[in-house]
């Protein structure tokens, strides 16, 4: 993947970490995303703009920075429900909105009402046939509701939730929600999955569990991941490459490289200091946003990525 932002902005450098497992082998070819000096803007104002893009098919891939920058209409704008202001966007070489089944998506997490009855596995069958009018016929119509319930039987193993699937969805968990909800997204075996903040309002636990799910579906399944996250560190680990944009522009490469006080402080444009806890974790401080972007504080309600 590449990224070729604003022109005081240079992408990081390529070197590859040893310690981390290779993504698939791609080419041109196999490029699932790719934005050609592109722009967006939102009620009058660009929230970025020169950016250029390429995502190979099985990279996973984080997009962060302080809120309101974008992330979240980023993935909007690869979804076809936010038009861009200049440039060109492709999803799997076409343009956004018209690639269908094959790109997954699940929107920032909504809790469930706890007296809510639907069964996880009715909640993961609504990514099947959710767009569907009407109730499917008998006779003709049984082998394509038994493919369909062997799926959906498939993906909910895929995800580790077949323990729980039959309860009412109120009654799950934060953590099993969200994996339900992931199921839901995975259920027509897309080719990409775009995931905005899938960590937000998890515990520690969790986080971890649900990051080290979608690194295996990345790597067994093949699927290329996009995903929104306001703290990196969960996903640290298990990432390609990460976009960050801020102050109008982007900059991406291996997390090392880019989560840096020098990368950082080119791109904000003012000095940045990037601290790395005795854990491993990194705190970016100095930036306009409040302090520890990478941390486990998430934005107040209603604040930054939540609306356009």
């Given at each position: 993947?590449?990224?070729?932002?604003?022109?005081?902005?240079?992408?990081?450098?390529?070197?590859?970490?040893?310690?981390?497992s290779?993504?698939?082998a791609?080419?041109?070819?196999?490029?699932?995303?790719?934005?050609?000096?592109?722009?967006?803007?939102?009620?009058g104002?660009?929230?970025?703009?020169?950016?250029?893009?390429?995502?190979?098919?099985?990279?996973?891939?984080?997009?962060?920075?302080p809120?309101g920058?974008?992330?979240?209409?980023?993935?909007?704008?690869?979804?076809?429900?936010?038009?861009?202001?200049?440039?060109?966007?492709?999803?799997?070489?076409?343009?956004?909105?018209?690639?269908?089944?094959?790109?997954?998506?699940?929107?920032?997490?909504?809790?469930?009402?706890?007296?809510?009855?639907?069964?996880?596995?009715?909640?993961?069958?609504?990514?099947?046939?959710?767009d569907r009018?009407?109730?499917?016929?008998?006779?003709?119509?049984?082998?394509?509701?038994?493919?369909?319930?062997?799926?959906?039987?498939?993906?909910?193993?895929?995800?580790?939730?077949?323990?729980?699937?039959?309860?009412?969805?109120?009654?799950?968990?934060?953590?099993?929600?969200?994996?339900?909800?992931?199921?839901?997204?995975?259920?027509?075996?897309?080719?990409?999955?775009?995931?905005?903040e899938?960590?937000?309002?998890?515990?520690?636990?969790?986080?971890?569990?649900?990051?080290?799910?979608?690194?295996?579906?990345?790597?067994?399944?093949?699927?290329?991941?996009?995903?929104?996250?306001?703290?990196?560190?969960?996903?640290?680990?298990?990432?390609?490459?990460?976009?960050?944009?801020?102050?109008?522009?982007?900059?991406?490469?291996?997390?090392?490289?880019?989560?840096?006080?020098?990368?950082?402080?080119r791109?904000?444009?003012?000095?940045?200091?990037?601290?790395?806890?005795?854990?491993?974790?990194?705190?970016?401080?100095?930036?306009?946003?409040?302090?520890?972007?990478?941390?486990?504080?998430?934005a107040?309600?209603?604040?930054?990525?939540?609306?356009p």
């Amino acid at each position: 993947m590449t990224v070729k932002p604003t022109a005081r902005v240079r992408e990081a450098s390529q070197q590859t970490d040893p310690q981390r497992s290779p993504a698939p082998a791609r080419s041109p070819s196999g490029t699932v995303v790719s934005l050609r000096d592109a722009a967006v803007r939102v009620s009058g104002r660009t929230l970025w703009s020169g950016v250029e893009l390429d995502v190979g098919a099985g990279e996973f891939v984080a997009v962060l920075g302080p809120n309101g920058v974008g992330k979240s209409t980023l993935v909007k704008v690869l979804l076809g429900v936010l038009p861009t202001a200049a440039g060109e966007v492709r999803v799997l070489g076409e343009q956004p909105g018209q690639a269908g089944q094959r790109v997954g998506y699940l929107p920032q997490r909504r809790s469930f009402d706890a007296s809510l009855r639907m069964r996880g596995t009715d909640i993961v069958r609504l990514g099947w046939d959710g767009d569907r009018w009407g109730v499917p016929l008998p006779g003709r119509f049984g082998a394509r509701r038994k493919a369909a319930a062997r799926r959906i039987a498939e993906v909910i193993e895929l995800v580790g939730a077949a323990s729980y699937a039959h309860r009412p969805i109120g009654q799950c968990s934060g953590g099993e929600q969200q994996r339900l909800l992931i199921a839901q997204a995975l259920v027509r075996r897309p080719e990409l999955l775009l995931l905005d903040e899938p960590l937000d309002s998890l515990d520690l636990p969790n986080q971890a569990a649900v990051a080290a799910l979608v690194g295996r579906i990345c790597r067994e399944e093949g699927v290329t991941v996009i995903m929104v996250a306001h703290d990196v560190n969960p996903i640290l680990s298990r990432l390609d490459r990460v976009v960050y944009l801020a102050e109008g522009g982007a900059v991406s490469g291996a997390p090392e490289e880019v989560i840096t006080s020098e990368t950082l402080s080119r791109l904000y444009g003012t000095p940045i200091e990037v601290l790395r806890t005795s854990d491993g974790r990194l705190v970016v401080v100095g930036q306009p946003e409040a302090p520890a972007i990478h941390s486990d504080r998430h934005a107040a309600p209603g604040a930054g990525e939540g609306k356009p």
